[in-house]
Protein backbone atom coordinates (compact mmCIF):
# COMPACT_ATOMS: atom_id res chain seq x y z
CA UNK A 1 0.00 0.00 0.00
CA UNK A 2 1.22 3.35 -1.04
CA UNK A 3 1.88 5.75 2.20
CA UNK A 4 0.96 9.08 1.47
CA UNK A 5 2.66 11.78 0.00
CA UNK A 6 2.66 15.47 -1.08
CA UNK A 7 4.69 16.86 -4.32
CA UNK A 8 5.16 20.05 -5.18
CA UNK A 9 4.22 21.05 -8.02
CA UNK A 10 5.27 24.28 -10.59
CA UNK A 11 2.31 26.68 -9.36
CA UNK A 12 1.13 24.59 -6.37
CA UNK A 13 1.24 21.09 -4.80
CA UNK A 14 -0.59 17.42 -5.02
CA UNK A 15 -1.39 15.46 -2.18
CA UNK A 16 -0.94 11.41 -3.69
CA UNK A 17 -2.84 9.03 -1.59
CA UNK A 18 -4.37 5.26 -2.56
CA UNK A 19 -7.46 7.27 -3.75
CA UNK A 20 -5.71 9.00 -6.17
CA UNK A 21 -4.09 12.83 -6.44
CA UNK A 22 -5.75 15.68 -5.46
CA UNK A 23 -3.78 18.51 -7.32
CA UNK A 24 -4.04 22.38 -5.95
CA UNK A 25 -2.56 25.69 -7.09
CA UNK A 26 -1.56 28.18 -5.18
CA UNK A 27 -3.78 30.72 -6.55
CA UNK A 28 -6.98 28.31 -5.38
CA UNK A 29 -5.39 28.56 -1.52
CA UNK A 30 -7.84 31.06 0.37
CA UNK A 31 -6.42 30.05 3.68
CA UNK A 32 -3.81 27.83 5.80
CA UNK A 33 -4.51 27.18 9.31
CA UNK A 34 -1.52 25.45 11.49
CA UNK A 35 -2.25 23.50 14.84
CA UNK A 36 -1.38 20.80 17.05
CA UNK A 37 -2.79 17.38 17.87
CA UNK A 38 -1.35 16.13 21.10
CA UNK A 39 -0.39 13.07 20.84
CA UNK A 40 0.65 11.98 24.48
CA UNK A 41 4.18 11.53 24.06
CA UNK A 42 4.77 14.05 21.12
CA UNK A 43 2.70 16.62 19.54
CA UNK A 44 1.82 16.30 15.56
CA UNK A 45 1.84 19.47 13.72
CA UNK A 46 -1.04 19.95 11.17
CA UNK A 47 -2.35 22.34 8.76
CA UNK A 48 -5.64 23.14 7.03
CA UNK A 49 -5.45 23.74 2.82
CA UNK A 50 -8.54 25.85 2.18
CA UNK A 51 -9.60 26.40 -1.06
CA UNK A 52 -12.82 28.02 -2.30
CA UNK A 53 -15.66 29.39 -0.48
CA UNK A 54 -18.76 29.46 0.78
CA UNK A 55 -20.60 26.12 -0.16
CA UNK A 56 -17.43 25.21 -2.44
CA UNK A 57 -15.03 25.58 0.32
CA UNK A 58 -13.04 22.50 0.64
CA UNK A 59 -9.96 21.77 3.59
CA UNK A 60 -7.17 19.26 3.10
CA UNK A 61 -5.23 18.50 5.71
CA UNK A 62 -1.91 17.56 5.71
CA UNK A 63 0.70 17.07 8.61
CA UNK A 64 4.13 16.53 9.00
CA UNK A 65 4.40 13.04 8.56
CA UNK A 66 3.52 12.91 5.41
CA UNK A 67 6.30 12.88 2.87
CA UNK A 68 6.83 16.38 1.12
CA UNK A 69 5.48 18.36 4.38
CA UNK A 70 8.47 20.56 4.82
CA UNK A 71 8.91 21.32 1.21
CA UNK A 72 5.08 22.36 0.35
CA UNK A 73 5.45 24.62 3.67
CA UNK A 74 8.84 26.11 2.24
CA UNK A 75 6.25 26.42 -1.24
CA UNK A 76 3.79 28.64 0.94
CA UNK A 77 6.19 30.64 2.54
CA UNK A 78 6.38 33.01 -1.29
CA UNK A 79 2.33 33.26 -0.47
CA UNK A 80 1.81 37.28 0.22
CA UNK A 81 1.20 37.49 3.70
CA UNK A 82 2.21 33.99 5.03
CA UNK A 83 3.30 34.31 8.60
CA UNK A 84 7.00 32.73 8.16
CA UNK A 85 7.54 32.35 12.30
CA UNK A 86 4.17 29.67 12.21
CA UNK A 87 6.34 27.09 13.40
CA UNK A 88 7.22 28.57 16.55
CA UNK A 89 3.54 30.29 16.78
CA UNK A 90 2.36 26.67 16.69
CA UNK A 91 5.14 24.30 18.43
CA UNK A 92 4.77 26.68 21.60
CA UNK A 93 3.36 26.57 24.46
CA UNK A 94 3.77 22.30 24.43
CA UNK A 95 0.83 20.48 25.05
CA UNK A 96 -1.64 23.10 23.47
CA UNK A 97 -3.15 23.03 19.97
CA UNK A 98 -2.21 26.72 19.23
CA UNK A 99 -4.12 26.92 16.39
CA UNK A 100 -3.07 29.79 14.21
CA UNK A 101 -3.95 31.20 10.79
CA UNK A 102 -0.82 31.45 9.25
CA UNK A 103 -2.06 32.68 5.88
CA UNK A 104 -5.13 34.41 4.28
CA UNK A 105 -5.95 35.72 1.20
CA UNK A 106 -8.52 38.06 1.57
CA UNK A 107 -6.63 39.84 4.63
CA UNK A 108 -3.58 40.21 1.94
CA UNK A 109 -5.56 41.68 -1.12
CA UNK A 110 -5.22 45.12 -2.10
Partial sequence: MRKPEIITTDNGFAIVTTKGTDAVSLDEVSAIVAYKIDGLTTDLVCCDIVTGSGDGQQIRTVHEEISGFETVM???????????????????????????TIYNRSANAT
Fill in 74 to 100: ARFEALPGFNKQWREAVIFPPFATNRN
